[in-house]
């Protein structure tokens, strides 16, 4: 079995997760969560404290999302393709989504950490213009995001980056996202764990 640092609000974890659901070794993962003994001692094997970290069957450790989806795509082959062109794209649309995801826990984390001061409305203003500038673009362009014959590591990422702009109330983009929203509403249908990963607090 392996053993994945968890917490249901990450759209880190969610990404691993959807990505196992993907190449069908979900049932592999054993999910530790704050409340296990074993979460702080695994946590520690990435210096930085953050997760997720994937510890393998052989007691081998991965961290960040990223290493641990490349890894998963090792084991089947269908999250990134390995070389040529269509590797370049699907990496560079994934950078995509992980800087929507970044921006919007940035945002999230100014109101958390702000302490007895306010958060800096120029900071959160950076992070929505960030937000919003990549999905206005992703708008005009999601055609090229269609789920043709399989799910791959680009989908999955974009998909967690919306629910979560969503979960944590960050950014309204089903308002004006007309064709973002239509991709949503058709590929949360054949994403594999889409509802069993859903965020939550």
Same mark, same amino acid.
């Given at each position: 079995?392996?053993?994945?640092?968890?917490?249901?609000?990450?759209?880190?974890?969610?990404?691993?997760?959807?990505?196992?659901?993907?190449?069908?070794?979900?049932?592999?993962?054993?999910?530790?969560?704050?409340?296990?003994?074993?979460?702080?001692?695994?946590?520690?094997?990435?210096?930085?404290?953050?997760?997720?970290?994937?510890?393998?069957?052989?007691?081998?450790?991965?961290?960040?999302?990223?290493?641990?989806?490349?890894?998963?795509?090792?084991?089947?082959?269908?999250?990134?393709?390995?070389?040529?062109?269509?590797?370049?794209?699907?990496?560079?649309?994934?950078?995509?989504?992980?800087?929507?995801?970044?921006?919007?826990?940035?945002?999230?984390?100014?109101?958390?950490?702000?302490?007895?001061?306010?958060?800096?409305?120029?900071?959160?203003?950076?992070? $929505?213009?960030? =937000?919003?500038?990549?999905?206005?673009?992703?708008?005009? @362009?999601?055609? &090229? #995001? *269609?789920?043709?014959? +399989?799910?791959?590591?680009?989908? $999955?990422?974009? =998909?967690?980056?919306?629910?979560?702009?969503?979960?944590? @109330?960050?950014? &309204? #983009? *089903?308002?004006?996202? +007309?064709?973002?929203?239509?991709?949503?509403?058709?590929?949360?249908?054949?994403?594999?764990?889409?509802?069993?990963?859903?965020?939550?607090?």
């Amino acid at each position: 079995m392996y053993k994945l640092t968890y917490s249901p609000a990450s759209p880190y974890v969610r990404k691993v997760m959807l990505a196992a659901y993907s190449i069908k070794i979900n049932h592999e993962i054993d999910l530790v969560s704050s409340e296990n003994k074993f979460f702080q001692d695994l946590k520690s094997k990435n210096p930085l404290n953050k997760i997720p970290i994937l510890m393998k069957p052989n007691g081998d450790y991965l961290f960040d999302s990223r290493v641990i989806i490349d890894y998963f795509n090792r084991l089947e082959g269908s999250l990134i393709p390995i070389e040529g062109k269509e590797r370049d794209i699907v990496m560079t649309k994934c950078a995509l989504t992980e800087g929507i995801i970044d921006a919007a826990l940035l945002y999230v984390y100014s109101n958390r950490y702000a302490g007895d001061s306010k958060p800096s409305k120029i900071w959160q203003e950076l992070q $929505i213009s960030k =937000i919003k500038h990549s999905l206005m673009s992703l708008n005009l @362009n999601v055609s &090229n #995001w *269609e789920i043709l014959s +399989k799910v791959n590591a680009s989908h $999955i990422g974009l =998909i967690v980056a919306l629910d979560y702009l969503n979960f944590r @109330n960050i950014f &309204n #983009w *089903e308002k004006d996202m +007309k064709h973002l929203l239509e991709w949503h509403e058709k590929s949360k249908l054949v994403v594999p764990g889409y509802v069993e990963t859903l965020p939550k607090d």
